[in-house]
């Protein structure tokens, strides 16, 4: 009988370790780089802020950002969006070291990491270059996609090869990639649309996320509980960042969570053509028909489609009630997690309730990170002179790129641990989908009407000042 | 019989990799020369904005757009914060 071997490290303080190191590695950068002075208009000068933007003198700057980059759109030759191979290159360093220095840590072994890691990697560059063709990126169909459809190619036809079965490491990539993204969340974003904001995005969301919970549960019966937690609180806050966070936090299959994108990649394709043409025929004022989309469709990008399609206020109100539900990120991540070890995970057989110990040696500690990146960056955000600009330093310039790469490893690697017959077990019956389709008509509806309440008849003045712009 | 599945394997691999090469490299170039495919990667181009995007800092655009918003919401506090009953009295 052999005896298990522990790892050194349980993986969620090696994602901590990971991105947390990732994240101050580029916020000391930025600093280190110091302030510059802006020889050129500011970037926003050409999205129509002149006021702001010229009257700046220097401004933050991230030096590693000509050195990590994702593949850039294309049209005729992939080769179109691989001009800056350095910054691809950059990022397969960075992530060589810090992954291969976890895996040592961890008690893995270097050598057998690196090459399945190199394959995995350029799966994902693979990836990224599909989802950047024009008629592709234009349809908001990302990578996470074609990261999954390639790895499944591999695994259901000849296998993934033993070679790269040790870089095949999902929930550290994800994990890591979580703790990146709560760097990209500023707490002062939360009240950039006063009141109605938080109303639309704060009250709506967690109420349609439980509904729709408790709908799987009672009266679908889903077998799953962690697929119906992953496909409410993707449909509910805001698509496949939401998914990933929820399916880690309630520790779902990784056939569960593919699910759950596949189900919500299809769908908000669809409803980001359909929703601005049901608002035209309905006449919606713009700051409401703005709140409504951008409490409803998954994605970002498919929010900032739909809302320019209505128009100027439209698209900037959506994109700003976005912003304020990804915020729910960490919040919904840090509920789920602590509801699952405390009453989902509990040993069934056990009448007593765990006790606060029981509940931390369970908790899922990467979520720790996250809400630690997003304190920090709030704390340096509201204490460094133009914080606006050393948080777009910091994100744009590398944290960003990092965590996109992070998600698209992790997806290469389910694509490359699933089983096309054990995918299939989860739209059988139509189960999935039918609980995304009932819990997105609710959620239509109640962001409607909370948008129309508020800009209506609550704050019809706040709608106003938006709409004299 | 090993060497027959691992060969029908490998032709299903081959399928599979010629089908997507012929789809990104030949179908989809001509798609996206089309006049409505141009116009629409146009229009997306001009506002900032990308249909990729997972999160919100991924929109080039999205950041300064949630900037004038709320810049609009700071000059006129009252009608942000207090409901209009509030206002009115």
Known sequence: MTAEVRPRITEDWLAIIIGGLLVLGSIAAVLLNGRQPQTAPAANVQSGEKSVSEKKTAAWSNPLKPYLAVPGKWKDSPLEGLKAPEAILGVLLTTVVMFGAGISMSGGSLSRFLPGFLIVFLLGTVAYVMAEQIAIREAGLEYALWALLLGLMISNTVGAPRILKPAIRTELYIKSGLVLLGCEVLLVQLVALGLPGICISWIVTPVVLITTFWFGQRILKIESASLNMVISADMSVCGVSAAIATAEACGAKKEELSTAVGISLAFTAVMMFVMPNAIRLMDLDPVIAGAWIGGTLDSSGAVSVAGEMIGKTAGKVAVTIKMIQNMLIGVVAFGVAVYWVSRVDRDKDSRVKPDAGEIWRRFPKFILGFIGASLLISYLHSRLPVGDDFFKAVVDGSTKTLRNWCFCLAFVSIGLETDFRALAHYFRGGKAVTLYVAGQALNLLLSLAMSWFMFRIVFPDAAKVLNAE | ?89
């Open chain 2, 1 to 89: 019989m090993q060497s027959e599945r691992l060969a029908n394997q490998r032709l299903r691999l081959s399928i599979g990799v010629g089908l997507l090469l012929l789809i990104w490299l030949v179908v989809l170039p001509r798609i996206s020369q089309l006049p409505m495919v141009e116009q629409w990667a146009a229009f997306l181009d001009d506002r900032g904005v990308n249909p990729n995007a997972k999160f919100f800092t991924d929109q080039p655009a999205a950041f300064v757009k949630s900037r004038q918003v709320m810049q609009r919401a700071r000059e006129h506090a009252k009608a942000f914060w207090e409901p209009v009953w509030r206002t009115e009295n």
